[in-house]
């Protein structure tokens, strides 16, 4: 049972456009949520989190929103540029489990020129 | 930031033999590391939570025996896969938990390593 969705595989966007990358999750124990870009053959590298007492988190040109009565979290990347191309996963953590990830299966961003 | 390195990045070994995976963290002490796999199109699945100077705790299905882990200092651990057969083909990553910068939960993650058995 995935505890943390992306039910979205790929997406395709074009350059200088929002790229809005979804995640939901069931366990309404996580209480801190992160996103991670990662490369083929590379490991991931973290990106940007929010913690369940907010429901917003902004760096840059990336910004995290939570949605803890729907359960669902959100990436937004404005403008989106080439080499955000990627794979996205959204992570959760419990509260006292020793800061343990569970990732979501991840969501191909291609931006195009 | 923070930087987490894997030693080998890419490894072939036949069936049979042991391998083993180095992950150290090189400017940080992580009191606690993890270990994942990554099957092709598939999510980071965690394998087991490594804390410095005892046992490792394993994830439901997967065999200590067979994924022996060490954590003998505050910098590296050690992924040994024993008898590998061409199944244990993966994509094997670190990670690694820096307590004194970032928030509590934040992993640094290794860049990986390819294990292929013949």
């Known amino acids: 049972d995935q505890q943390v969705k992306q039910n979205s595989p790929s997406l395709s966007v074009q350059e200088g456009r929002i790229s809005i990358l979804n995640c939901d999750y069931t366990?309404?124990?996580?209480?801190?949520f992160l996103w991670y870009k990662k490369y083929p053959a590379e490991g991931p590298t973290f990106l940007i989190s929010i913690s369940s007492i907010k429901d917003k988190n902004e760096d840059g040109r990336f910004t995290v929103f939570l949605n803890k009565s729907a359960k669902h979290l959100s990436l937004h990347i404005v403008p989106s540029q080439p080499g955000d191309s990627a794979v996205y996963f959204c992570?959760?953590?419990?509260?006292?489990?020793?800061?343990?990830?569970?990732f979501g299966k991840g969501t191909k961003l291609s931006v195009k020129p | 930031g923070a930087v987490v390195s894997q030693h080998p990045s890419r490894v072939i070994c036949k069936s049979g033999t042991s391998v083993k995976i180095e992950c150290r963290s090189l400017d940080f002490q992580a009191t606690t590391m993890f270990w994942y796999r990554q099957f092709p199109k598939q999510s980071l699945m965690l394998m087991a939570t490594s804390n410095e100077g005892s046992k490792a705790t394993y994830e439901q299905g997967v065999e200590k025996d067979k994924f022996l882990i060490n954590h003998a200092s505050l910098t590296l651990s050690t992924l040994t896969v024993t008898s590998a057969h061409p199944e244990d083909s993966s994509f094997y990553i670190c990670s690694a938990r820096d307590y004194a910068g970032g928030g509590p939960y934040e992993q640094y993650f290794g860049p990986g390593t390819r294990l292929t058995v013949t």
């Open positions: 992570a959760a953590s419990e509260r006292g489990s020793q800061g343990n990830l569970i």
């Open positions: 366990n309404s124990m996580f209480d801190y």
